[in-house]
């Protein structure tokens, strides 16, 4: 039953390292999104794909990048992870809205980012 | 001022209790409201999606949507230990430059006590 899928949920790397943050849809959806979340801040848009090879910035881009390579695919890269991006990494995937309707957001179960 | 404001907590009640949980919206133009409940080392997950003003129930939860006074409220009733997790307001339509976005609440955490 699971829908989307981050592959892992807890990893341990080191400041400097390149980070990769896997998230794999299994619901056809055209929109997938990453977000971190911290205590205090509450969840921050990080990027999000609207279709296949497209990206946007969201609110907190600096220091990340992302590939959309396939339609259920979306991935998170930390080029140098740095002590700040220690955080609990969150994907979400969610069907076009066309001209109305909500973002309604189906969310994998996280994965927990600590560099040291 | 914050786009959605939604006190952390936490909030601590007695199985049984009725638990109600609150945001406010600063910009009118904001359409859809959603209710998220997120259990701990777990992504959220969509509770409730309400449209309009006025309540909306699903089994023991209920959405409250006041677009004049921009507040909107879930409320629990019979609330179960399985209840206590974090409760996210999300709040999605146009804002000021005319942009769909999604707006999150920072979450109240609640515990049922048994």
């Known amino acids: 039953d699971v829908k989307v899928t981050q592959s892992s949920r807890y990893l341990v790397k080191r400041t400097g390292e390149k980070v990769f943050l896997e998230c794999v849809q299994d619901?056809?959806?055209?929109?997938m999104f990453w977000y971190r979340q911290d205590p205090g801040l509450g969840l921050r848009l990080i990027y999000f794909?609207?279709?296949?090879?497209?990206?946007e910035k969201g609110d907190i881009p600096e220091g990340y990048s992302v590939s959309r390579e396939k339609k259920e695919r979306f991935s998170l890269i930390l080029e140098s992870a740095s002590t700040n991006q220690t955080s609990m990494y969150l994907c979400a995937s969610s069907a076009s809205q066309g001209s109305g309707g909500a973002n309604v957001l189906t969310f994998g179960a996280g994965s927990r980012l600590t560099v040291l | 001022q914050k786009e959605v404001e939604q006190d952390p907590g936490p909030l601590s009640v007695p199985e049984g209790a009725i638990v109600s949980l609150n945001c406010t919206y600063s910009?009118?133009?904001?359409?859809?409201f959603m209710w998220y409940r997120q259990y701990s080392r777990k992504g959220p997950e969509l509770l409730m999606y309400?449209?309009s003003s006025g309540n909306k129930e699903d089994g023991r939860f209920t959405a409250q949507v006041d677009k004049s006074s921009k507040y909107i409220s879930l409320f629990i009733r019979d609330s179960q230990p399985s209840d206590s997790a974090t409760y996210l307001c999300?709040?999605?339509?146009?804002?000021?430059?005319?942009?769909?976005?999604?707006?999150w609440g920072l979450g109240t955490s609640l515990a049922v006590n048994p």
């Open positions: 999300a709040i999605w339509g146009r804002n000021a430059g005319n942009n769909r976005k999604l707006i």
């Open positions: 619901m056809d959806h055209e929109n």
């Open positions: 309400t449209y």
């Open positions: 910009n009118s133009a904001f359409q859809y």
């Open positions: 794909s609207y279709d296949v090879k497209m990206k």
